[in-house]
């Protein structure tokens, strides 16, 4: 589709409308640096906020979020189920605790946040289905609008479905040039599942996607950043992407992205960029 602005949106399965890009709060630390890039988010325009119980920073994002007073209905949010959480009635604690945090009676979207923590490792089919047992539940109850998975390879996708009475909607993976996990991205759309792009920029160090020489080239062939065109190559492979920054001027720089379209030459060059492969190990073998 043609992404025209922030507020357009992918269909899930159930047919909920997501935001076509969400704002990433994975490492904005918690407190006063959360509420402002919070803040600054929704001042450019974000209505898709992503977060997670591990980033430890809901409450201070749910500050923010009733300190802005928009309407529920126009904010989609996101929490997700961490490692240290599996069992039926200890995920639905967990789900009560965000719906907590963030000050809001309802998730638009949940998700198992790893397949298999080092924790559960022994039993780890066992424990995500009961934990996926409390997630739909709670969706039968109105407190999650949608559901899904996070690092999910196909086998842990499978896994759940052997006794899922309802599919997971969403997998949210590390995309982005150079990063882009086909077999992954392939188990899940085969499944009708939305890919969510987390760390779209890459990360940092030595090895920085932003400063690649040739995103740096076919960004100034357009007038724009790298971390645009990065944002803007995610939409083009129908990927949800997830930008993040605790910076107010960069937060607002990642949503310019609807103004311009990367050619098929362009598209092709990012597609087949390597060397910035994701600094994470395989999901069976996390060791947290």
Known sequence: M??????????????????????????????????VAVKAALDAGYRHIDGAAVYGNEHSIGEALTAYG?????????????????????????????????????????????????????????????????????????????????NF?????????????????VNQIRLCPSDTQPDVVKASTERGMLLEAYSPFGGSGPANLLKDPIISEIAAKYGKTTAQVCVRWCLQR???PLPKSATPSRIADNTKVFDFELDGGDMDRLNALTGYESPFPHPDSTTF
């Open 238 to 240: 129908d990927f949800l």
């Open 70 to 150: 928009l309407p529920r209905g126009e904010l989609f949010i996101t929490s997700k189920l961490t490692n240290r959480v599996r069992g039926y009635e200890e995920t639905k604690a967990a789900l009560k605790k965000s719906l907590a945090d963030f000050q809001i009676d309802y998730l638009d979207l949940y998700l198992i946040h790893w397949p298999c923590p080092k924790a559960f490792r022994d039993r780890w089919e066992y424990w995500n289905a009961e934990s996926w047992r409390a997630f739909e539940d709670l969706y039968d109850e109105g407190l999650i609008r949608a559901l899904g998975v996070s």
């Open 153 to 169: 390879h196909e086998h842990h996708i499978d896994a759940i479905n052997k006794t899922a009475r309802i599919r997971p909607m």
């Open 2 to 35: 043609a992404y025209k602005s922030l507020t357009d949106c992918f269909t899930l399965a159930n047919g909920v409308k997501i935001p076509s890009v969400g704002f990433g709060t994975w490492q904005t630390p918690d407190g006063e640096a959360a509420r």
